[in-house]
């Protein structure tokens, strides 16, 4: 069993700050690809950053230049720190991670419980 637990999430104005962390534990040969995922309300899960095991990042379009995702090989754990916040960034925000429990097995997609991010005007 894998789990990704995420911290980090709150309340802040808009113009604020927050770094999210989520930490992969459990049974794991290795881990692929790490990002992070938000859904607003009445909205669908969409992409908003990610980070390869060798370190390439990619970006929505609507947090680049404001947000920054980062990890740590060593302690299995991905981190996004979001800077310059709207309102319109306000959303659950969901780990995600490709991860292989052993050589034989193919990678799959695990999921974090999600954490909220509110940003008020």
């Known amino acids: 069993q894998v789990q990704l637990v995420e911290s980090g999430g709150g309340s802040v104005q808009a113009g604020g700050s927050l770094r999210l962390s989520c930490a992969a534990s459990g049974s794991i040969f290795s881990i692929n690809d790490m990002g992070w995922y938000r859904q607003a309300p009445g909205k669908q899960r969409e992409l908003v950053a990610a980070v390869t095991s060798d370190g390439t990042t990619n970006y929505a379009d609507s947090v680049q230049g404001r947000f920054a995702v980062s990890r740590d090989n060593a302690k299995n754990t991905v981190y996004l720190q979001m800077n310059s916040l709207k309102p319109e960034d306000t959303a659950v925000y969901y780990c995600?991670?490709?991860?292989?429990?052993?050589?034989?097995?193919?990678?799959?997609?695990?999921w974090g419980q999600g954490t909220l991010v509110t940003v008020s005007s």
């Open positions: 995600n991670a490709a991860v292989r429990k052993d050589w034989r097995q193919r990678y799959l997609q695990v």
